[in-house]
């Protein structure tokens, strides 16, 4: 017996799992599994940006199985199409931006400009693939739980690998003896050869993606998750803060620490727990160990947040954005239509600024920052209404945007690696359709017998039709599934 959303017949879910999408799935576990490494697994290619790493793999093996498996009935939601749509409209004017910004007028499209540009629809090519396969997959009440395993293994291993090679376990050079060593040839992943990449696990050289790639994969671990299990979150939580902490990121560090505020507040429970967690770490761990010079050296940098211009960092990203409000103020045309998809370190441009609002403004023009923020509106509105309590998705993706003010957290830049591409994945996820009670039971006559529904959170204004109703009979009632 079917059931309807919208009006729009709904396989039940035994005829989905009859679906040939085990390949599809597969390919997805593989994909997310892949982000607890990051490095390059050869040198084989024109530059070390576009060195292969395992997530690349992952991207093709995602590609082939979606390809050679039959389409999925699986019904997805409105808000994830939407989603879908705003990312090819995007995709679609990154392609023009850079073709006739960057090369026919050519105020940018030189150097630097067309290489990055390049690079840059390569990689959003990659990750439309991800958002468009884990959308459609089916994902059933055991394949959530294999998904939710898999989370869990690929967040532990990474906070573990970035706690141990803070420790100098493994050293860094040996993390990358089989990449060449030379800064020409192997630019910043020199930075694993100097020994300079403690804490950074096998992530990447830049330790803002490393902290903000903690920070999702913390908030998709708790994402799929069907249950609460409040000591364990915490001991996530608490985990991945450590992570951040080693990794010296501070907009990275201050971003998590406005996530676990936030899932804090809307699942209470959790601040008991956590004292409770902190006073046994205390009966382990020696107080002195918090005193050492490294964790202090630590400490120190990551309390300029309170007052960043005490950062060098921060000081230059200041000159930076004056440089580009310079740049405004002598091309006022620059700031409508941009200066072309990639060109921010073209000849046209001035360099990345550091800011993900303002790169966009630069490159995309204010036409482009509108949709961009506009995406985002409709992400957060979407996490909102699907997204089951507290919500850790939502307020990860409100915690990086308020970091994005220091880097380019959203956009595929050659330093954030596959970070868009997991994003891509964990929203896809976050959008699904929830299944009915009697869907979540497991397969067997009652599941096959009862329609499957997809919910919404409650209030959300989501027609919800129930066995026994027609598609002309939906019941708005709202669904008091979380």
Known sequence: MPGFVRGRAVPAPAAVLGQPSRWPFVALCIYLLSQACLIPVMALGPSWAIWPRLSDFAVGLLFAATLVSRPSKWPITEASQTVFRLLVIAYIGAIVSFFL?????????????????????????????????????????????????????????????????????????????????????AGPWVTYALDEARGYGLISYNR????????????????????????????????????????????????????TFALFV??????????????????????????????TKIAEEQTKIANPMEAEQFRARVNLWSRWLDRFSRDPFALVVGIGFGGARGEGGVDMAHM????????????????????????????????????????????????????????????????????????????????????AAGAGAAMSAAPFVPQARVGAPWPVFQPGLGPGQPSLQPNPLR
């Open 101 to 185: 910004v960057n090369l026919l007028i050519g105020g940018a499209g030189r150097g630097l400009a067309i290489d990055d540009g390049q690079y840059y629809l390569y990689r959003i090519t990659q990750f439309l693939i991800v958002y468009w396969v884990a959308m459609r997959v089916p994902l059933t009440p055991s394949r959530q739980k294999i998904l939710a395993n898999v989370a869990t293994i690929t967040l532990v291993a990474t906070c573990v690998l970035c706690l141990l090679t803070w420790a100098g376990i493994p050293s860094g050079p040996r993390i990358v003896s089989h990449l060449p060593s030379s800064k020409e040839v």
């Open 208 to 259: 803002a993606y490393v902290a903000a790639h903690l920070l999702l994969l913390t908030a998709l671990k708790l994402n799929l998750d069907v249950k609460r299990r409040p000591l364990l979150d915490v001991a996530y939580i608490g985990l991945a803060l450590a992570a951040c902490f080693v990794s010296g990121s501070r907009a990275g560090f201050a971003a998590m620490g406005l996530f």
């Open 266 to 295: 809307r699942n209470p429970i959790y601040v008991p727990v956590a004292g409770l967690l902190l006073g046994l770490t205390s009966l382990f761990v020696s107080p002195e160990t918090f005193s050492s010079g490294d964790i």
């Open 356 to 439: 993900q609002y303002l790169t966009v403004l630069g490159e995309l023009g204010i036409f482009g920052l509108l949709f961009y923020l506009w995406l985002f509106y409709t992400i957060l509105h979407g996490l909102w209404r699907y997204e089951p309590k507290p919500n850790p998705l939502f307020w990860a993706t409100v915690a990086l945007l308020f970091g994005a003010a220091t880097q380019e957290t959203f956009y595929p830049v050659v330093a954030f690696g596959h970070f868009l591409g997991l994003y891509a994945l964990a929203v896809a996820l976050a959008l699904r359709p929830q299944s009915a009670p009697a869907a």
